[in-house]
Nanobody, 124 residues
Framework: VQLVESGGGSVQVGGSLRLSCAASGDIWATSCMGWFRQAPGKEREGVAFIGNDGSTTYADSVKGRFTISKDNAKNTLYLQMDSLKPEDTAIYYC???????????????????WGQGTQVTVSS
């Protein structure tokens, strides 16, 4: 599975961005996908996740502001980010897992496919 993110950039506080993640390869083998982010000097953290059944999970810090979705026909994962804050500044990574687990995981170790990342910068 290959993942390529796009859509990052610079935006002012309160603005919006939509990230895209184009997937190719053995997409049928994946069980869930998600978005992670990593700010300088910090650990990679989970942001939003979606299972094959469409169920979604969000980090508390982004609930109500971010929306994860996917278009199966286009093999593309999205992250709509609204009401952006300076603390949302980070490199955002798309990830996929082909592990067969009942609950969609929210930590990086469960994901075995990663994109190269896209920078999101929110300025005040």
């Amino acid at each position: 599975v290959q993942l390529v993110e796009s859509g990052g950039g610079s935006v002012q506080v309160g603005g919006s961005l939509r990230l895209s993640c184009a997937a190719s390869g053995d997409i049928w083998a994946t069980s869930c996908m998600g978005w992670f982010r990593q700010a300088p000097g910090k650990e990679r953290e989970g942001v939003a996740f979606i299972g094959n059944d469409g169920s979604t999970t969000y980090a508390d810090s982004v609930k109500g502001r971010f929306t994860i979705s996917k278009d199966n026909a286009k093999n593309t994962l999205y992250l709509q980010m609204d009401s952006l804050k300076p603390e949302d500044t980070a490199i955002y990574y798309c990830a996929a897992s082909d592990l067969r687990i009942e609950v969609v995981p929210t930590t990086p170790g469960w994901y075995n496919y990663w994109g190269q990342g896209t920078q999101v910068t929110v300025s005040s």
